[in-house]
Nanobody
Framework: QVQTVESGGGLVQAGGSLRLSCAASGRTFSTYTMGWFRQAPGKEREFVAAISWIGSSTYYAASVKGRFTISRDVAKNTVYLRMDSLIPEDTAIYYC????????????????WGQGTQVTVSS
């Protein structure tokens, strides 16, 4: 069992940066690939990035590749999402979750969702 709590969201101007954190509890946290997703108003939740359990593999949505960086600190049970060059289209609630099977790009492949953290990018 894993519980996740996201933090670090806020209001930022276009071109700015934020770093989101996902604090996880549960002794098996380090064995899971972890993912970040986002959901904008009126839209479905979409994949943003994922990182394998030892951090050797990372995955990104095309829309954020080159701007966002996912990382993890196993000792701190925390996954981070560094977001640079933010644009208004990045405005959404950001969630983290643990990958339990299937494609790392699919929302249905994840469990143990947090409550999310709001990111708002103004133009």
């Amino acid at each position: 069992q894993v519980q996740t709590v996201e933090s670090g969201g806020g209001l930022v101007q276009a071109g700015g940066s934020l770093r989101l954190s996902c604090a996880a509890s549960g002794r098996t946290f380090s064995t899971y690939t972890m993912g970040w997703f986002r959901q904008a108003p009126g839209k479905e939740r979409e994949f943003v990035a994922a990182i394998s359990w030892i951090g050797s593999s990372t995955y990104y949505a095309a829309s954020v590749k080159g701007r966002f960086t996912i990382s993890r600190d196993v000792a701190k049970n925390t996954v981070y999402l560094r977001m640079d060059s933010l644009i208004p289209e990045d405005t959404a609630i950001y969630y983290c979750a643990a990958h339990v099977g299937g494609s790392v790009y699919d929302t249905s492949a994840y469990k143990y969702w947090g409550q999310g953290t709001q990111v708002t990018v103004s133009s």
